[in-house]
Each structure stands twice: as C-alpha cells, then as structure tokens.
C-alpha cells in the first residue's frame, strides 16, 4: 500500500492552507489509511474550518506536540500544492479499494442478501457536484419547459393522485420535498395511498402501519368497496368475496413496495430508499410519518429539521420526489377555523424552509358532521416553490380509501381562507395529442 497520495495531501495543505477547499468536497479523514494522518487531517480539517492557521508551529502551541513534529516533516519533504486535487484523488481510490474488500469479507459472513445490500450501501462513493455554468443551467431550464411543453396541459412531474391538485402544483415534481400534513383522521394515509397509486413505483414507508394493513387499503381503493368488507367478511354482502379477489388480483399488478420497520432512522430510510432506486429507478418515495422516524433526542425539536433536511437532499440525489406526511400541533384545536396553516407544523421554520410544497389536509365533517362540507376533502396547497397557493378539492370517500377530485360545492358564506389563496382550482386535463416542440429549440441538445 502506497502512503505517498497521502503525503501530499497532508504536506499541501500544511503548505498552504487555502489547498483545503480544492479537497474539501472531495475527502475526510476517514479516508486516510494511517491513523495518525486521519487525527492530523481532522484537526486540520477543524482548525481551517474555524478561520485559523494550521502549521507545524501552530500544533505545537496548541499541545499537539506529535502532530507538530509529523507536520514539520511532511512540510519539510513536501511543497507542491499544484496537483492536490489529483492527490486526493488517489487517496479517495485507494480508501474505496480498501472499504471494498472489507465489504467482501463481510459479504461473505451474511446471512441474507439484505444485509449483503446494506454491506454494499455503506461503501458506496462519496457523491460530488461539480459546478455548473449558466449555459448548464439555461439547458436544464429549456429541458424542463419543453417537458411542460410536451405535457400539453396536463402533468409535467409525477401525478398526486387527485386532478385538481395536480392543476394546482403540476403533480410532485422531480428533486423536491413535499410535506403533507393534517390532524389525526384526516385522511393522511389515504391520500398517501392514492398519491403511491398515480405515481407508479414507490417506495413507502410505513412506520405505523403493517404492509398488510396497508394493503387492505389499496385492494378497498383499487376495488371501490367499502374496507369493512375486508375487515368483517362475515357481515359483507354474498357478492363482496369475488368483489375483493377482483379487486386483489388487480392491485397486485401495481409496482408498489412496502417497508413497514417500526423505528427505522432517517439515515436507514436514506439508505433502503438508494438500495431500492439502483435495483430500479422510484418514481416516488413516502415516508409515513416524520413523528415516527426514530431518533437519539427525542425531545430536541432541531432533529426532526435534520431529518426534513437529508430527506430533501434524498430527493435531490434521487432526482424524485419525496412525500413526507406530518402531523399538526394541536394549536389548531383552539381556532374557530381549524383549516391548517404553516405555523401548525412541528418545529414549522426548519421544515417549512427544507419542503418544496406544505399541503394541509383538512375535513370539515371532521368538526361538523351535519355541516355543508360534509363529504369533501380540502388540500389546501400552504406552500409551493414554483407555483401559487389554492385550495384542491375532493370528494371524501374513505370508507373505501378514496378521494376523488371535484369542484369546490357550494356552500354559505365563511371565513376567508388562512393563506389568503382562492379556491376551487379543478384539473383541466387533456389527453395528450403529442409531443410538441418549443419553438426555436433543438430538443436533442436541450
């Protein structure tokens, strides 16, 4: 095993210390394979962080006497800093070649080809971005109107599941965040389920309930029957058991998958949502719900932003969406209008700011059983990057799972609406009459 990638790394940074930003993306002290090198680059790692010096003298001030002695060394045999990119390069193959064979030897001790994966997972590259020019960016922006383009009126991303929403926001789209959220009995799981239906192959994970569970949905979904008839066969009508093996044999052609592990962290969600998209590219991933991904303090409000956080950076790396359900403080338990507003969420600044689009979910025969809105679902648009607020509406049918858009019904006058947005936005859909092009554009070089 050669050291020197290592030397020169070490030895440039010493040298000049602004050579730590060509590899600060690049690589960390676990990289280095000799544990002195690691404690060194980490302490320098730390101290240029912090705006200091780092040299051999500074070491020394600073206690360190046996790094101080190293680093006059390394200073001493090494002074270019004009290939430290390519140095640490070498250092990153040769960290990855070791990680590999280590993976091998614990590859070979598993027991199953899950934990083989998750072996696998953890050893994957380090990803990197590297910058991009205006023409790169005028690319991406041409290639993303003309797929609006192509969309002739109807959804450029991924399809919500309900029309009049996907009027509203274009369905989820590619990279972004998209936090759901409601009080209890809302209808959160449905509409997720809805949403997993429209977008094709997803990945949900469902930390409350069992994929069985959460499959009688889907059949009472797909079949448009009531789910006691599933889950009290017995006082089901003589019909409802052909009823459901219909409905059964054809929601099992839906490309859905499920983990149901009760606790799983953030960093696991990450990692079986990448091991997933690599055996074969997501359209989609859910997460259900935030209040339930496990973590260490659980009474430091600050983590669940750390894990909208890396869920958005998920997103981004997969190049999906990603739909996060949430629930609300109880606050909007003590308004007249219990309509669900941005302040409602958990820790509402560090997630509002992490998520794409805030969706509130709110049904009024929740609160008015006899009322006029008795029957319908508002999603209730909070907050979108790309695009205006509103109120989608649909028909409330969760005796079988479903929601079904409509228009807004008529009812007496209310209270103006808590994001001050207007309502009744209904999908305009079009069947799609081909692929247009953008004038002026050549659609092969974007």
């Not at 001030?61 to 200073?75: H, K, M, R, V």
């Not at 669940?304 to 969406?321: E, N, S, V, Y």
């Not at 695009?387 to 969760?398: H, I, K, P, Q, V």
């Amino acid at each position: 095993m050669s050291l020197d990638a290592e030397y020169a790394v070490l030895g440039a940074v010493l040298v000049n210390n602004d050579c730590f930003w060509k590899v600060a993306d690049k690589i960390g002290p676990e990289d280095f394979a000799e544990p002195i090198h690691r404690r060194l680059f980490a302490l320098m790692r730390d101290e240029i962080r912090a705006g200091r010096t780092v040299d051999f003298i500074t070491l020394l001030d600073a206690g360190e006497t046996e790094l101080s002695e190293y680093a006059a060394q390394l200073a001493s045999t090494q002074a270019s800093i004009a290939n430290v990119a390519a140095y640490a390069d070498a250092v990153v193959r040769q960290a990855e070649g070791r990680r590999l064979r280590s993976a091998g030897a614990k590859i070979a001790a598993c027991g199953s080809f899950e934990e083989a994966q998750a072996v696998l997972a953890e050893v994957r590259p380090r990803q990197t971005q590297a910058l991009k020019s205006m023409k790169d960016g005028l690319r991406e922006m041409v290639e993303a109107l003309q797929r609006r383009y192509d969309a002739d009126g109807t959804v450029s991303g991924v399809p919500t599941g309900l029309e009049s929403l996907d009027a509203l926001t274009s369905g989820w789209q590619a990279g972004d965040l998209a936090i759901v959220a409601a009080r209890p009995s809302m209808g959160k799981t449905s509409f997720a389920l809805q949403a997993a239906i429209a977008a094709g192959r997803t990945l949900m994970f469902s930390l409350e309930m069992t994929t069985g569970r959460l499959v009688e949905r889907l059949v009472a979904n797909v079949g448009r029957l009531p789910l006691r008839w599933i889950l009290f066969p017995l006082d089901a009508p003589d019909d409802a058991s052909a009823r459901v093996l219909a409905a059964s044999t054809e929601a099992a052609k839906l490309p859905l998958l499920f983990d149901d592990t009760a606790g799983l962290t953030v960093d696991a969600i990450c990692s079986r949502a990448r091991q997933a998209h690599m055996q074969e590219p997501l359209n989609l991933v859910v997460v259900d719900h935030l209040g339930l991904i496990s973590r260490p303090g659980r009474h430091d409000p600050s983590e669940l932003g750390q894990i909208t956080t890396q869920l958005k950076a998920l997103a981004k790396a997969l190049g999906i969406p990603v739909l996060l359900l949430c629930q609300l403080n109880r606050g909007v338990e003590s308004r007249n209008d219990k309509r669900p507003m941005l302040s409602d969420l958990r820790d509402s600044g560090r997630i509002e700011e992490d998520a794409d689009t805030v969706i509130g979910l709110y049904r009024d025969e929740y609160y008015h059983k006899d009322g006029p809105l008795a029957g319908y679902l508002e999603a209730i648009v909070l907050k979108q990057r790309q695009g205006e607020l509103g109120t989608a509406w649909a028909r409330s049918m969760l005796s079988m799972m479903r929601l079904e858009s409509c228009d807004e019904p008529e009812r007496p006058a209310e209270p103006a609406s808590p994001i001050g947005g207007s309502r009744g936005f209904q999908a305009r859909g079009r069947a799609p009459t081909g692929s247009r092009h953008l004038p002026g554009t050549d659609r092969h070089h974007g």
